[in-house]
């Protein structure tokens, strides 16, 4: 795999999963407690891929201080920086243009969380001998999504853009995973921005020349914050069935419900229970008697005692108060408040930097 180049998409603005996104892109949201642009690089690295192109755009300065030259994940990482939305497809001639794509390229979509073993798709893809394959993957509600029908020899025969579920041709879809050869670069269209489900596949798969590659394992598409919390507790109940707690963490006297996902230097208080399904990123603090399920909490949060969360997200670095209930469906943005005895309803989103000292009791309220 030395030679095939890897294309990794993080340009979007990911306004669907505002607020966790107005402060970071979505790929370097983190899933147990690391990016999910790392878990994307040191997959395509284990695959023996070790030529990285990042297309970025939306806050690319806080993905090129992270990755740099990729020296520090064990491959060579570039840039192509669109200077204008280009969409899924766009970025693909402009990487060409400007570092030449001469053999077979991988391209990830930057926010798709799996364990798909990219070599076995590489060697899928080789041996079927056309210009692409797409990983397809297995769901209930395709009506999201781009949706494929394959024949006994995996060739793509149909593919529909987001059918109404009612009409879904099947429930096989695309995993947003792609393995070409540069031929296919004649398929793509002169003007910007480009869709790879609207300008791309659909030339592909009229011409015969595009195979699918059918993934049976975890896969998430991290659209929405319900979605990136199910990405965390996929991963949570893969790769730690029976938890995870960092060595430095300190939980003596607390209930843990597993799994859950406790990061380094976390550390709850006496009296506390937490879990099931619950990630804790590295240095939060909870104070006594406090009561967490179903949740992620990001790096450094701070939970005075006695306070209770449910099936929420809480952003970075924020600060909840004694006796504060947070119901689910909630998402704080980072650096957030919530004053003592505080209850927040429901389905609640509150943005990035707000100070919160009066009960939020309208569900689905969004705070400015």
């Known amino acids: 795999m030395k030679d095939t180049k890897a294309v ?9 999963l505002r607020p966790l996104t107005l402060t970071r892109p979505k790929a370097l949201l983190p899933i147990l407690g690391k990016p999910l642009l790392d878990w994307i690089i040191e997959a395509l690295r284990s695959s023996g891929i070790n030529e990285v192109i990042l297309s970025v755009r ?49 391209v990830v979509y930057g ?11 590489i060697n899928y893809h080789r041996s079927k001998g056309g210009l692409g394959t797409m990983v397809l993957t297995r769901v209930e509600d395709p009506s999201r999504y781009g949706v494929a029908v394959i ?19 099947s429930n096989l879809i695309n995993a947003g995973i792609y393995v070409f050869e540069p031929e296919v670069l004649k398929y793509f269209p002169k003007k910007t921005p480009m869709k790879f489900s609207r300008d791309i596949i659909p030339k592909l798969v009229n011409e015969g020349v595009i195979y699918g590659y059918v993934h049976e394992g975890i896969w998430s598409d ?15 109940r893969y790769y730690h069935p029976g938890g995870f707690i960092a060595d430095s963490a300190d939980v003596n006297d607390v209930e843990i419900e597993q799994p859950v996902f406790i990061g380094d230097e976390v550390i709850i208080k006496q009296g506390s229970r937490v879990g099931p399904y619950t990630i804790i990123g590295k240095r939060c603090r909870l104070g006594a008697n406090s009561r967490i399920k179903y949740s992620v909490l990001l790096d450094s949060v701070v939970i005075e005692g006695s306070s209770y969360i449910d099936g929420s997200i809480i952003g970075r670095g924020s ?9 689910s469906g909630t998402v704080l943005g980072d650096d957030v408040v919530i004053s003592d005895e505080v209850l927040i309803t429901r389905n ?7 100070e919160i000292d009066k009960d939020i009791v309208k569900e689905g309220s969004v705070i400015l």
Do not use: H, Q
């Not at 609640?348 to 707000?354: A, F, S």
């Open 151 to 169: 024949d006994d020899d995996g060739r793509v025969r149909d593919f529909i853009e987001k059918p109404p579920r009612e009409k879904a041709i």
């Open 222 to 236: 991290i659209g929405v914050p319900k979605d990136y919390m199910r990405a965390n507790f996929d991963a949570l």
């Open 348 to 354: 609640v989103v509150i943005l990035p930097y707000k």
């Open 8 to 16: 990794v998409l993080t340009g979007g603005f990911a306004t669907r």
């Open 58 to 106: 939306y806050l690319a300065d806080m993905i090129k201080e992270r990755y740099r030259d990729g020296s520090e994940w064990g491959v060579n990482v570039m840039y192509a920086e669109e200077v204008k939305p280009l969409g899924d497809a766009g970025p693909i001639p402009l990487i060409n243009e400007r570092y030449g794509i001469d053999t077979t390229f991988v």
């Open 319 to 327: 600060y909840i108060g004694k006796w504060v209930r947070i119901c």
């Open 111 to 121: 926010d798709i969380f799996s364990n798909v073993d990219i070599s076995k798709v």
